[in-house]
């Protein structure tokens, strides 16, 4: 995944950097329409990319959808600054809009195979790019000219029938396997709604959690802990694509702590009674603290 991720950050960053050379190059000879055009594409396939990668890696909402709409809005603002300001203005909200949109993505499909999807936003993002830098080409150049009614419509549509049925076929065989199925299948013949698993704490001197991360939630968790008495939270995460990932106690200084594959150890000392919420990044699991 990670290998994949950096190769597309690469290709992103070698095709976006010379689509917008070409602008600067041949900013006097395109069309100011033909030039709004480009930067919103350039702009859209990059903030969609942009906030997809951040959703996938990132493992929770908020910091994707701000690094999303940053990036776009700086790519927007950067590619259309040769073309002029309805350029900047066009690519600028293209680029936040597409940012968004992409770390959305991200955030929600990180559980069910973010590696398929982020290869067709990426084969996409090469075929649209390219076409965008040919049409600068031959858009700048008197000499050449590109004719698209010599495309059969015939093909095309032939060719999209070809990647929609391979895209199900991958769906429904073997090769990808949907770990999302797999977890909704167990919660399911489970319950829909996590157990509760409890731990009393309140005569230790020393206590000591062993927290595990299960397709249900956390386990133990309701944890009672005595008022004062530092407590060592040791977490296992059996793996890290998942909202997991992230783990916040906030009202005991733990905020987005990364949980990575294998165990996390933390501590934190609970000085007021009361009861306490911890929970993963997008707080859809939660458990309890209750300290007495």
Same mark, same amino acid.
């Given at each position: 995944?990670?290998?994949?991720?950096?190769?597309?950050?690469?290709?992103?960053?070698?095709?976006?950097g010379?689509?917008?050379?070409?602008?600067?190059?041949?900013?006097?000879?395109? @069309?100011?329409?033909?030039?709004?055009?480009?930067?919103?594409?350039?702009?859209?396939?990059?903030?969609l990319?942009? &906030?997809?990668?951040?959703?996938?890696?990132?493992?929770?909402?908020?910091?994707?959808?701000?690094?999303?709409?940053? %990036?776009?809005?700086?790519?927007?603002?950067?590619?259309?600054?040769?073309?002029?300001?309805l350029?900047i203005?066009?690519?600028?909200?293209? &680029?936040?809009?597409?940012?968004?949109?992409?770390?959305?993505?991200? @955030?929600?499909?990180?559980?069910?195979?973010?590696?398929?999807?982020?290869?067709?936003?990426?084969?996409?993002?090469?075929?649209?790019?390219?076409?965008?830098?040919l049409f600068? %080409?031959?858009?700048?150049?008197?000499?050449l000219?590109?004719?698209?009614?010599?495309?059969?419509?015939?093909?095309?549509?032939?060719?999209?029938l070809?990647?929609i049925a391979?895209?199900?076929f991958?769906?429904?065989?073997?090769?990808?396997?949907?770990?999302?199925?797999a977890?909704a299948?167990?919660?399911?013949e489970?319950?829909?709604?996590?157990?509760?698993?409890?731990?009393?704490?309140?005569?230790?001197?020393?206590?000591?959690?062993?927290?595990? %991360?299960?397709?249900?939630?956390?386990?133990?968790?309701?944890?009672?802990?005595?008022?004062?008495?530092?407590?060592?939270?040791?977490? !296992?995460?059996?793996?890290?694509?998942?909202?997991f990932?992230?783990?916040m106690?906030?009202?005991?200084?733990?905020?987005?702590?990364?949980?990575?594959?294998?165990?996390?150890?933390?501590t934190? !000392?609970?000085?007021? @009674?009361?009861?306490?919420?911890?929970?993963?990044?997008?707080?859809?699991?939660?458990?309890?603290? %209750?300290?007495?």
């Amino acid at each position: 995944m990670y290998i994949l991720s950096i190769f597309t950050i690469t290709i992103i960053s070698l095709i976006t950097g010379y689509s917008i050379y070409l602008l600067h190059r041949h900013k006097k000879k395109l @069309a100011n329409l033909s030039g709004i055009i480009v930067v919103t594409v350039i702009t859209m396939m990059g903030g969609l990319l942009a &906030g997809y990668l951040s959703g996938i890696l990132s493992g929770e909402l908020f910091l994707p959808i701000g690094l999303g709409t940053l %990036i776009g809005f700086t790519l927007g603002f950067i590619t259309g600054q040769p073309v002029g300001i309805l350029a900047i203005l066009s690519g600028s909200v293209s &680029g936040i809009m597409s940012g968004i949109v992409g770390a959305i993505l991200g @955030a929600i499909l990180q559980f069910d195979n973010p590696t398929i999807m982020l290869g067709i936003f990426l084969g996409l993002y090469v075929i649209i790019l390219a076409l965008v830098i040919l049409f600068i %080409i031959v858009d700048t150049n008197g000499k050449l000219s590109l004719d698209t009614s010599g495309i059969s419509p015939f093909n095309i549509l032939s060719a999209g029938l070809v990647l929609i049925a391979l895209f199900l076929f991958l769906y429904s065989s073997d090769f990808v396997k949907i770990p999302g199925e797999a977890e909704a299948a167990q919660v399911q013949e489970k319950s829909k709604t996590p157990e509760k698993t409890e731990l009393d704490l309140t005569k230790e001197t020393n206590p000591k959690i062993e927290m595990m %991360i299960t397709p249900t939630g956390y386990s133990p968790n309701v944890i009672k802990v005595k008022k004062g008495v530092p407590v060592e939270l040791t977490i !296992t995460n059996p793996g890290d694509s998942s909202c997991f990932s992230t783990f916040m106690m906030p009202d005991f200084g733990l905020e987005n702590v990364n949980l990575k594959a294998g165990t996390t150890n933390l501590t934190f !000392t609970p000085d007021e @009674a009361g009861q306490y919420t911890f929970s993963c990044g997008m707080n859809m699991f939660k458990g309890t603290v %209750i300290v007495e």
